[in-house]
């Protein structure tokens, strides 16, 4: 009864529980019935303010085109042919005020949540946006795939806090793949099973990891069918179309949604399809600010004040949010301006990945060559991005003034990683000057030994601080520790195989004569530091190549030996002055039990799931989100996928007609040696390739 007489007509609303008599009469008792027979779904409450407040582009014409002088084009999503839910997750879609059950239960369901059919209040409309790709500018870009549907109103009874990260007191929702925009270039506008399900699982990983997120409240498969080459080999095959429902505060949040005002690039010679339209900037600064940034707005009645004061929170933001990435091991992957926020939010959620091994180098897109967005540059590129968010902005954010703000963000940055280290290794009553340098040998530890990134800090809260009453000694409580930590690290085939280098000898060689004879051509072919880092693989690979296993055991225990030793000093400094050891020590281990979590979605949990789910069987993908739910907590009967211990099969009691052809391609990725969710990656994750 809670949403009884939300929309009564298409323009009449009134208050729930205030249905009086006379309203009953005035509507009469036949619309009366429409509204009490409407579904969950149909009562959604829109206001679609972004569409009245900015440009929308007049034309409805089908088929790809420059947008000039338009934040929005109106579109119609495509449908699907028998959409069905693959999961929803309850706490996402709790922001609408909907509850996951009733909404999988809804017979239509499937289709408002695909875009296959139109909820009563939805607009559905593309974003236009530009952007820097791969540190080029590509000029318009815009929602190719993804389709606004409208902001919902926060419904009653929503938590202070969701309310303070968005002020706007609206939702807006989302769908990913429901087709053809004027945006989409050579594309279809589709989305396939095993890319809708990686995002939906990581939007709502990362929240329950903490991580400021966008957020996904359903997953719809269909019978339509697109044609995909994955790997780019020349081996095509059909793929199930699917759609992905996501859910922010907004989505008109882009770094490159403010490119679309750029002059033409000198590189590129690319324009943003609305240059010179400065008043349009004007229009979406206030919009944003006023929406999403209110106590700016309301402190700085200058308007060059306010928007300096605003570009101050976003890099405050973004130097926060990476420094959340780089301290749960998460990796991006396509770190465009088109794919990061105003807000703060991880956005777009494509060839992602959380490390295994600790590798600074680490690289989770295939396709990015040069290591553009690996690991360790995720903190430089940001601040790259941001300031191309910077001239985007002006003049109303005038040059100089962002500079100076931007001069802030390396120490912004440093400052959020190492307190979060701090947390992530227990270090909470002080504030040491060595406690850089102990986090930098750590991570260099982790690097030498191949330790497994998660793993390894999930076991530090079981280091001991050093007490007056120990019953062992110091050197036995280390030899322990490192025993513990030794479990975690790579073995010698596991490090051979991750320095060979992904380059051919022959073609590395002719480089490098290249490099020396023509380095202008070596320039525009490649780069220096690719070169240095195959290298420095093949220098890895030969030493390991002339050690064994013992010999790389005795080596790694060393380090850990070295690192424990000081580390367990710097603990001992933490109980300096403290009268109740075991109270410090409690609340050390729930601080990093509550930090580092036992649980990330790494690429084998996910490709499981995939398996499953391109198998009929959805069941694995709703299990894996439960466990993601939970991340820092142990859930007995849920440490392994379901199908364990059935033989490695089970009943598809969910198959789809017309499924073998998928099943097939799926069973030859069938999982091997299954392993808990909590676990170092098995032997075959490492053929996992994501681009």
């Given at each position: 009864m809670a949403y009884l007489g939300r929309r009564l007509t298409a323009s009449r609303f009134v208050r729930p529980g205030l249905v009086s008599v006379r309203l009953l009469c005035a509507v009469g008792m036949e619309d009366m019935g429409l509204v009490m027979g409407r579904s969950p779904l149909e009562r959604l409450d829109f206001d679609n303010v972004a569409l009245k407040k900015l440009p929308l582009d007049p034309s409805e014409e089908p088929g790809v085109r420059l947008v000039k002088g338009a934040c929005?084009?109106?579109?119609?999503?495509?449908?699907?042919?028998?959409?069905?839910?693959?999961?929803v997750s309850d706490e996402a879609l709790a922001l609408l005020g909907l509850r996951g059950q009733e909404v999988l239960d809804d017979p239509l369901g499937a289709e408002y949540l695909s875009g296959s059919r139109i909820m009563p209040g939805s607009e559905a409309a593309a974003h236009c946006y530009c952007g820097h790709q791969f540190g080029q500018f590509a000029g318009q870009l815009g929602d190719g795939a993804a389709c606004y549907l409208g902001e919902v109103k926060v419904p009653a009874g929503q938590s202070p806090e969701l309310?303070?990260?968005?002020?706007?007191?609206?939702?807006?929702i989302q769908v990913k793949g429901a087709g053809l925009t004027p945006y989409s270039r050579q594309a279809d506008g589709r989305k396939v099973l095993r890319s809708s399900i990686r995002e939906f699982l990581c939007s709502e990983a990362m929240f329950f990891l903490g991580v400021p997120t966008t957020r996904a409240g359903s997953v719809v498969t269909s019978d339509s069918k697109v044609i995909r080459d994955i790997y780019y080999s020349g081996n095509p095959r059909h793929e199930r179309c699917s759609v992905v429902l996501r859910i922010a505060p907004t989505f008109i949040s882009r770094f490159g949604s403010f490119e679309i005002f750029k002059q033409?690039?000198?590189?590129?010679?690319?324009?943003?399809?609305?240059?010179?339209?400065?008043?349009?900037?004007?229009?979406m600064m206030d919009y944003v600010i006023e929406m999403f940034?209110?106590?700016?707005?309301?402190?700085?009645?200058?308007r060059v004040e306010r928007n300096v004061a605003f570009f101050k929170e976003v890099v405050l933001r973004t130097a926060r949010l990476v420094a959340q990435w780089q301290c749960v091991g998460f990796c991006h992957g396509v770190l465009n301006t088109d794919n990061m926020s105003i807000l703060g939010l991880t956005l777009d959620y494509g060839p992602y990945g959380f490390m295994d091994r600790f590798d600074p180098d680490f690289i989770c897109n295939a396709s990015d060559n040069s290591g553009r967005y690996s690991y360790q540059a995720q903190p430089a590129v940001c601040r790259w991005n941001l300031v191309k968010l910077a001239e985007a902005l002006a003049p109303e954010l005038p040059p100089a003034r962002a500079e100076t703000v931007m001069d802030e963000y390396l120490d912004l940055y440093n400052n959020f990683f190492v307190g979060n280290m701090r947390k992530k290794l227990g270090l909470l009553k002080k504030e040491e000057p060595e406690d850089e340098m102990l986090i930098t040998e750590l991570l260099q530890t982790m690097h030498n030994t191949g330790a497994d990134f998660t793993n390894t800090f999930r076991s530090l809260s079981q280091i001991p601080c050093p007490t007056e009453e120990e019953s062992e000694g110091e050197e036995g409580i280390i030899k322990q520790a490192t025993e513990l930590l030794l479990e975690q690290c790579a073995s010698l085939e596991e490090l051979k195989a991750a320095n060979k280098p992904t380059m051919d000898p022959r073609e590395l060689a002719m480089l490098l004569s290249m490099a020396q004879s023509s380095p202008s051509l070596f320039n525009m072919i490649s780069d220096r530091r690719t070169i240095a880092r195959q290298l420095e693989k093949l220098s890895k690979l030969k030493d390991l190549m002339e050690t064994n296993a013992e010999e790389l055991r005795a080596k790694q225990s060393e380090e850990w030996t070295h690192w424990i030793t000081r580390y367990r000093k710097r603990l001992a400094q933490e109980m300096e002055g403290q009268s109740d050891a075991q109270a410090v020590q409690e609340e050390r281990v729930r601080v990093m039990d509550s930090t580092n979590p036992r649980v990330v979605l790494r690429n084998y949990i996910a490709q499981n799931a995939i398996d499953a789910a391109e198998s009929g069987d959805f069941s694995e993908?709703?299990?894996?989100l439960k466990v993601l739910e939970k991340p820092f907590c142990s859930q007995p009967g849920l440490e392994l996928p379901a199908w364990v211990g059935c033989g490695g099969a089970q009943e598809q009691e969910e198959r789809d007609e017309g499924e073998e052809?998928?099943?097939e391609a799926a069973s030859t990725s069938a999982p091997k040696d299954p392993v808990p969710y909590d676990s170092k990656p098995p032997a075959w994750a490492r053929e996992i390739c994501v681009t």
């Amino acid at each position: 009864m809670a949403y009884l007489g939300r929309r009564l007509t298409a323009s009449r609303f009134v208050r729930p529980g205030l249905v009086s008599v006379r309203l009953l009469c005035a509507v009469g008792m036949e619309d009366m019935g429409l509204v009490m027979g409407r579904s969950p779904l149909e009562r959604l409450d829109f206001d679609n303010v972004a569409l009245k407040k900015l440009p929308l582009d007049p034309s409805e014409e089908p088929g790809v085109r420059l947008v000039k002088g338009a934040c929005f084009s109106r579109v119609k999503p495509q449908p699907l042919t028998k959409p069905r839910f693959v999961a929803v997750s309850d706490e996402a879609l709790a922001l609408l005020g909907l509850r996951g059950q009733e909404v999988l239960d809804d017979p239509l369901g499937a289709e408002y949540l695909s875009g296959s059919r139109i909820m009563p209040g939805s607009e559905a409309a593309a974003h236009c946006y530009c952007g820097h790709q791969f540190g080029q500018f590509a000029g318009q870009l815009g929602d190719g795939a993804a389709c606004y549907l409208g902001e919902v109103k926060v419904p009653a009874g929503q938590s202070p806090e969701l309310l303070q990260e968005n002020p706007s007191g609206r939702w807006e929702i989302q769908v990913k793949g429901a087709g053809l925009t004027p945006y989409s270039r050579q594309a279809d506008g589709r989305k396939v099973l095993r890319s809708s399900i990686r995002e939906f699982l990581c939007s709502e990983a990362m929240f329950f990891l903490g991580v400021p997120t966008t957020r996904a409240g359903s997953v719809v498969t269909s019978d339509s069918k697109v044609i995909r080459d994955i790997y780019y080999s020349g081996n095509p095959r059909h793929e199930r179309c699917s759609v992905v429902l996501r859910i922010a505060p907004t989505f008109i949040s882009r770094f490159g949604s403010f490119e679309i005002f750029k002059q033409a690039d000198e590189f590129t010679g690319r324009q943003g399809p609305s240059y010179g339209r400065d008043e349009i900037r004007g229009q979406m600064m206030d919009y944003v600010i006023e929406m999403f940034y209110p106590e700016i707005q309301q402190n700085y009645p200058d308007r060059v004040e306010r928007n300096v004061a605003f570009f101050k929170e976003v890099v405050l933001r973004t130097a926060r949010l990476v420094a959340q990435w780089q301290c749960v091991g998460f990796c991006h992957g396509v770190l465009n301006t088109d794919n990061m926020s105003i807000l703060g939010l991880t956005l777009d959620y494509g060839p992602y990945g959380f490390m295994d091994r600790f590798d600074p180098d680490f690289i989770c897109n295939a396709s990015d060559n040069s290591g553009r967005y690996s690991y360790q540059a995720q903190p430089a590129v940001c601040r790259w991005n941001l300031v191309k968010l910077a001239e985007a902005l002006a003049p109303e954010l005038p040059p100089a003034r962002a500079e100076t703000v931007m001069d802030e963000y390396l120490d912004l940055y440093n400052n959020f990683f190492v307190g979060n280290m701090r947390k992530k290794l227990g270090l909470l009553k002080k504030e040491e000057p060595e406690d850089e340098m102990l986090i930098t040998e750590l991570l260099q530890t982790m690097h030498n030994t191949g330790a497994d990134f998660t793993n390894t800090f999930r076991s530090l809260s079981q280091i001991p601080c050093p007490t007056e009453e120990e019953s062992e000694g110091e050197e036995g409580i280390i030899k322990q520790a490192t025993e513990l930590l030794l479990e975690q690290c790579a073995s010698l085939e596991e490090l051979k195989a991750a320095n060979k280098p992904t380059m051919d000898p022959r073609e590395l060689a002719m480089l490098l004569s290249m490099a020396q004879s023509s380095p202008s051509l070596f320039n525009m072919i490649s780069d220096r530091r690719t070169i240095a880092r195959q290298l420095e693989k093949l220098s890895k690979l030969k030493d390991l190549m002339e050690t064994n296993a013992e010999e790389l055991r005795a080596k790694q225990s060393e380090e850990w030996t070295h690192w424990i030793t000081r580390y367990r000093k710097r603990l001992a400094q933490e109980m300096e002055g403290q009268s109740d050891a075991q109270a410090v020590q409690e609340e050390r281990v729930r601080v990093m039990d509550s930090t580092n979590p036992r649980v990330v979605l790494r690429n084998y949990i996910a490709q499981n799931a995939i398996d499953a789910a391109e198998s009929g069987d959805f069941s694995e993908v709703q299990r894996v989100l439960k466990v993601l739910e939970k991340p820092f907590c142990s859930q007995p009967g849920l440490e392994l996928p379901a199908w364990v211990g059935c033989g490695g099969a089970q009943e598809q009691e969910e198959r789809d007609e017309g499924e073998e052809g998928q099943q097939e391609a799926a069973s030859t990725s069938a999982p091997k040696d299954p392993v808990p969710y909590d676990s170092k990656p098995p032997a075959w994750a490492r053929e996992i390739c994501v681009t």
